[in-house]
T-cell receptor, first 115, second 115 residues
Framework: DAGVIQSPRHEVTEMGQEVTLRCKPI?????LFWYRQTMMRGLELLIY????????DSGMPEDRFSAKMPNASFSTLKIQPSEPRDSAVYFC?????????????FGDGTRLSIL | AQTVTQSQPEMSVQEAETVTLSCTYD???????LFWYKQPPSRQMILVIR????KQQNATENRFSVNFQKAAKSFSLKISDSQLGDTAMYFC????????????WGAGTKLIIKP
């Protein structure tokens, strides 16, 4: 079975540009998570969807960040306008929201560099 | 507040040795699931092992085992016969109903296996 698929794997862009990160969760999973990982702050949960509905977006840093999940097989995380402090590795993870024993499965992450 | 503490920022051992990574957590819930994830330099997040709080028997996955002490809220990971490929960041995490199925993460321990 295919795992969580993220694209692009690397993104380098100049500040002020719009950045869109993409995620395809594992088929059948109904929960999707976006994380950001930096050396300074570690792994931070940005937003969590269940059945395509955002459940908790309290981790979204500011209005420049937005996330959507138009269907069960696709999600985007958008940053507009991007800033150098947004440079990080962004992970998408999915799980089957059925009980506590369902682990999250992670994609390979997108390394984002804002110049 | 629900928290996870990994008190060892970095550890290093010789290949073939046994190493134990510590993790303590805090929750008022009685039922929860505990996880160890591994993040090698390739940056993938890989599930290593998981443990249900109601199970007294410690989980084992090949060379990886846990020492789960519920009263002490401790969940340490033991790696036997360590291999160079075990070099990675190791994250401890847990999930409760109260956390709304979100993982509560520790800061991680960087483990280096020396040849």
């Amino acid at each position: 079975d295919a795992g969580v698929i993220q694209s692009p794997r690397h993104e380098v862009t100049e500040m002020g540009q719009e950045v869109t990160l993409r995620c395809k969760p594992i088929s059948g999973h109904n929960s999707l998570f976006w994380y950001r990982q930096t050396m300074m702050r570690g792994l931070e949960l940005l937003i969590y969807f269940n059945n395509n509905v955002p459940i908790d977006d309290s981790g979204m840093p500011e209005d420049r960040f937005s996330a959507k999940m138009p269907n069960a097989s696709f999600s985007t995380l958008k940053i507009q306008p991007s800033e150098p402090r947004d440079s990080a590795v962004y992970f998408c993870a999915s799980s089957f929201h059925r009980g506590l024993n369902q682990p999250q499965h992670f994609g390979d992450g997108t390394r984002l560099s804002i110049l | 507040a629900q928290t996870v503490t990994q008190s060892q920022p970095e550890m290093s051992v010789q290949e073939a040795e046994t190493v134990t990574l510590s993790c303590t957590y805090d929750t008022s819930e009685s039922n929860y699931y505990l996880f160890w994830y591994k993040q090698p330099p390739s940056r993938q997040m890989i599930l290593v092992i998981r443990q249900e709080a109601y199970k007294q028997q410690n989980a084992t996955e090949n060379r990886f085992s846990v020492n789960f002490q519920k009263a002490a809220k401790s969940f340490s990971l033991k790696i036997s016969d360590s291999q160079l490929g075990d070099t990675a960041m190791y994250f401890c995490a847990f999930m409760t109903y109260d956390s709304n199925y979100q993982l509560i993460w520790g800061a991680g321990t960087k483990l280096i296996i020396k040849p």
